[in-house]
């Protein structure tokens, strides 16, 4: 009787089992039938980099990779099953509630996800709302048409809101192919801005974008809000006409910065441009804080690594480097530093941190991660010597700091894990992990803290305010640094927030030191 009651539960453990099977794979056969979630039945899936391009175009590399990794985590992005997702946003019509339609984004069903999140970004950037409010009524952009080409997240939404709220017109892509949040792409558009974004983009959708910016009815913008030079070059290479009759340029980026002082030495550069990247607000909030803090928030969201140990190699102590590094000894990992300027080098050593060159440390080191705005600072001869479950990836903001395409041979296999997560396979069975196919890691792969963005998001604002105000004669052909009343007047925005209290200087005082009782109070030269 006890045998008979066994070969019963057995027989029951058994056929249920087989039921549950049975329904797993018509769930997942239903579910790959519908376009949802293709990959469930192959979490991972190995890629060669000549087939890359027609699988990511396939599923438009845009959401869930993997049943396990939820993209809404891994890049800060709201992520979604519905089928107009693995369209080309490209290939449908789109239309938002108004029935506008001068715009592509991934998806306009998610723009009231959107909105929230830009609510809670205007939470956390109070200057930047505070500036809006101020100037409102004075319409100090009214008459400009503001070409834009930035991040396309929820703080950036701030800014384009504010732009307009200020009198300007605006078009706007996105700089960086992986770091558009779609939802707030979607929220943008429901409220008649005309946005071309959307995550992960192909190269020639990318320039498309762009092209769609500049190129439209009724439209001929007279000023440029760039991040990495991209826009710029291509308005100089297609439109040199419309180039020459614009006020001018804002530039945030080393990488774009560096394109118009080449412009400029060369007598290339037509009308004035601001470089913002070097402005004290820029340079020593955005650069050093923001990237203090989400570059360990990218590693975390796309490797789950614990850095306690870990040897880590930063290329470059700009102040990129330096907020990085910062991170990571205070969690502590074992770091050191390549740098080519031997001041950046002395302020690492007498920070703590070893000096080498990368060949010294490329087949020990754990984490390799590129901060110099440079060109190819690792090669393939590095990630050759780099050791099985080395993980490379850039806080800089051009795509050039790591020679990707170097990894695009056949004798590698590329193997996708999760959203801007790849083991680059060598012949021998070695993995390197490559993050956001070398491009930014913290706006690719997690996100950037508002409060940090609201001051370079007003120093942009005011900025623009300034050149296309400006009058005839102030500013001639060339580069322009950020005035440093307006790099005070920034910094005084945000002091509220902390309930930080300035001292005001005496009479005497400011005769004592030749200072005007309300600033500045630091000459050009000085250093923060």
Request: charged share 25%; glycine share 6%.
């Amino acid at each position: 009787m006890s045998e008979s009651k066994n070969d019963t539960k057995q027989h029951i453990t058994t056929d249920g089992a087989r039921h549950v099977l049975e329904a797993q794979k018509s769930s997942q056969a239903s579910a790959n039938r519908k376009g949802l979630q293709p990959e469930i039945a192959n979490r991972v899936r190995q890629i060669s980099f000549v087939e890359d391009k027609k699988v990511r175009k396939k599923r438009s590399m845009s959401r869930s990779i993997s049943a396990s990794s939820a993209d809404s985590f891994s890049s800060a992005s709201y992520s979604s099953s519905d089928e107009e997702d693995d369209i080309s946003p490209r290939d449908k019509e789109q239309r938002n509630s108004k029935n506008f339609s001068d715009f592509c984004i991934r998806n306009i069903k998610h723009a009231d996800f959107g909105r929230r999140e830009i609510e809670i970004a205007e939470q956390e950037m109070p200057a930047l709302m505070d500036l809006r409010r101020r100037a409102q009524a004075d319409k100090p952009l009214n008459g400009a048409r503001i070409v834009g080409c930035t991040h396309i997240s929820a703080q950036s939404a701030v800014l384009i809101e504010t732009l307009t709220a200020l009198g300007a017109r605006v078009r706007w892509c996105a700089c960086n192919i992986y770091s558009t949040q779609n939802e707030v792409a979607a929220a943008l558009a429901e409220a008649e801005y005309s946005i071309f974004a959307w995550k992960a983009e192909e190269e020639e959708e990318f320039w498309w974008c762009i092209e769609k910016c500049i190129s439209a009815d009724n439209w001929q913008p007279n000023m440029i809000l760039d991040d990495g030079g991209d826009l710029t070059h291509s308005i100089i290479k297609k439109y040199p006409t419309l180039f020459k009759g614009m006020k001018g340029i804002v530039e945030e980026s080393v990488t774009g910065v560096h394109r118009l002082y080449q412009l400029a030495k060369t007598g290339k550069l037509s009308i004035p441009a601001m470089n913002v990247n070097d402005s004290v607000t820029k340079q020593k909030f955005d650069n050093l804080y923001s990237c203090r803090e989400s570059v360990l928030d990218g590693l975390k969201r796309t490797t789950d690594i614990m850095f306690g140990g870990k040897q880590v190699v930063v290329c470059g102590y700009g102040e990129v480097g330096k907020g990085t590094c910062s991170a990571l000894k205070g969690l502590g990992a074992v770091v050191y530093v390549s740098e080519i300027d031997p001041i950046c080098a002395l302020q690492a050593c007498m920070d703590g941190i070893r000096v080498v060159r990368l060949s010294e440390v490329v087949k020990t080191a754990d984490i390799f991660i590129s901060c110099t705005g440079n060109k190819n600072v690792i090669n393939r001869d590095h990630l050759d010597k780099m050791k099985n479950g080395a993980i490379v990836c850039n806080m800089g903001h051009s795509n050039t700091e790591i020679d990707v395409a170097s990894l695009k041979t056949n004798d590698l296999t590329w193997e996708k894990v999760r959203s801007q997560v790849d083991h680059v396979i060598w012949p021998d069975g070695k993995r390197v992990v490559l993050l956001a196919e070398g491009r930014l890691l913290n706006l690719s792969c997690s996100t950037v803290p508002s409060f940090v963005l609201s001051i370079t998001h007003c120093t942009q604002a005011l900025a623009l305010i300034e050149m296309f105000n400006a009058p005839e004669g102030r500013y001639k052909q060339d580069v322009y640094l950020l005035p440093k009343k307006m790099d005070e007047y920034v910094a005084s925005l945000h002091l509220a927030t902390f309930d930080a209290h300035l001292t005001e200087l005496t009479d005497d005082q400011a005769k004592y030191l030749g200072l005007n009782k309300s600033g500045p109070f630091k000459p050009n030269y000085y250093r923060y």
